[in-house]
Every structure is written in C-alpha cells, then in structure tokens.
Antibody, heavy 119, light 115 residues
Framework: QVQLQESGPGLVKPSGTLSLTCAVSGDSISSNNWWNWVRQPPGKGLEWIGEIYHSGSTNYKPSLKSRVTISVDRSKNEFSLKLSSLTAADTAVYYC????????????WGQGTLVTVSS | DIVMTQSPDSLAVSLGERATINCKSSQSVVYSSNNKNYLAWYQQKPGQPPKLLIYWASTRESGVPDRFSGSGSGTDFTLTISSLQAEDVAVYYCQQYYGSPPEFIFGPGTKVDIK
C-alpha cells in the first residue's frame, strides 16, 4: 500500500521559507509517477502547488512559481517543498500527493500537515 | 486563466435520495491526443485528505461504491450519488488537468449534508 507522510515545522515566520518533506513508502519515487504538493487553507478549497518527476523535471502553479522549489531525493525515497517569502495567506494544510501513472488525477494523498505563518 | 465552478455550493438530501453536483470548466478538459476528459472527483471528510472517487469524468476508482457515478464531457460534468448514505456527508471537489503547461485546477467544492 502506497503511503505518503509529510514532515516539517508547523510554525514559520512571515517573510521566511517553508520547508516540508514527503516520505514515500510502498512505492519507489523513481516509478513512472509525478509527485505533487497540494495545499488547503483552513476552511477553504484545494490549491495545486507543483509537481516533480524522479528525473528532477518540475511543473509549478504559475502564480506561485517565483516562490516555489520542489526537489527529489531518490536515495531517501522522498521529495520536498520549499516556499519562500511567506505571508499569512500561505497558512494551510499542505498535502503531498501521488499523481496516477496514467496522469491527470491524484490517487494517493498524505494525511497533510498544518503550517501556520505567524510571528 | 481557467476557472472551475461548482453548483450548488451546498445541498442537503434525505437518506436514500439522489444527490447531484455540477462542475463547469471555462475551457474544455478533453485531451486531444486520446480524447479523454481529464476531470476527476474527490470526496473530503472533515480532518481527512481528499479521496479519489472518479477519474476521466466517469471511471470509478477501485473500491468506490457504485452509487457514485460521473458523467459529462467537454466543459460540463456531473457527480451523482444515487442513494445518499450517512457516510457520504462530505465536501466534494472536481479537478481538471490542463496539459499545456501542466496544471491542476480544483473547483471550489460542494458540501453535502443530510436533510
């Protein structure tokens, strides 16, 4: 069974950088899947942030592109998210998510981790 | 920019009755290379991550009860719960994949409750 687990600080300061890691088990990060980050502000809807393939190829949401970096560590079977220049609007539950091999939809989600941006 | 809308924002349905949720995209979700509609539906219960219900507009994910069905093509789609059960109380999201450049876009969600 594929499992994804997010980890990282739950509180970060405004103007700082959010750093999260997603540990993947039950599948290889080098499989034919893209690995994604999706976020959800408290009480609001879902927003796709970006994705990475094991080769290191990435795609990002255009409005976040200047602030986002997604990377992969094949040796640890994990991938990571960095989001810079944080404001309160970045407060959200951050999910790491596997895109189905056939593409276009998400078949496995982590439980999510709440990141609060506050001084 | 591509915009996804859902209607209604919320609905309350009696147990055993039908629930219908609509999703509309400002741009066609048909992928020209394979003629598939890149539209998925997810169910999210409080405190849980979303769960995939339907992909390619009408293909039910393995293990999803057959009371859930998806239909539609192009820009207009529908998720139907044929006989609402108590465990179906949740927020439902549609999601589009746009390939050039790659981007995933979610609808705003529809909350389903028991009447």
């Amino acid at each position: 069974q594929v499992q994804l687990q997010e980890s990282g600080p739950g509180l970060v300061k405004p103007s700082g950088t959010l750093s999260l890691t997603c540990a993947v088990s039950g599948d290889s990060i080098s499989s034919n899947n893209w690995w994604n980050w999706v976020r959800q502000p408290p009480g609001k809807g879902l927003e796709w942030i970006g994705e990475i393939y094991h080769s290191g190829s990435t795609n990002y949401k255009p409005s976040l592109k200047s602030r986002v970096t997604i990377s992969v560590d094949r040796s640890k079977n994990e991938f990571s998210l960095k989001l810079s220049s944080l404001t309160a609007a970045d407060t959200a539950v951050y999910y790491c998510v596997r895109e189905a091999e056939a593409g276009s939809y998400f078949d496995y989600w982590g439980q999510g981790t709440l990141v609060t941006v506050s001084s | 920019d591509i915009v996804m809308t859902q209607s209604p924002d919320s609905l309350a349905v009696s147990l055993g009755e039908r629930a219908t949720i609509n999703c509309k995209s400002s741009q066609s979700v048909v992928y020209s290379s394979n003629n598939k509609n890149y539209l998925a539906w997810y169910q999210q219960k409080p405190g849980q991550p979303p769960k995939l219900l339907i992909y390619w507009a009408s293909t039910r994910e393995s293990g999803v009860p057959d009371r859930f069905s998806g239909s539609g093509s192009g820009t207009d789609f529908t998720l139907t719960i044929s006989s609402l059960q108590a465990e179906d109380v949740a927020v439902y999201y549609c999601q589009q994949y746009y390939g050039s450049p790659p981007e995933f876009i979610f609808g705003p969600g529809t909350k389903v409750d028991i009447k």
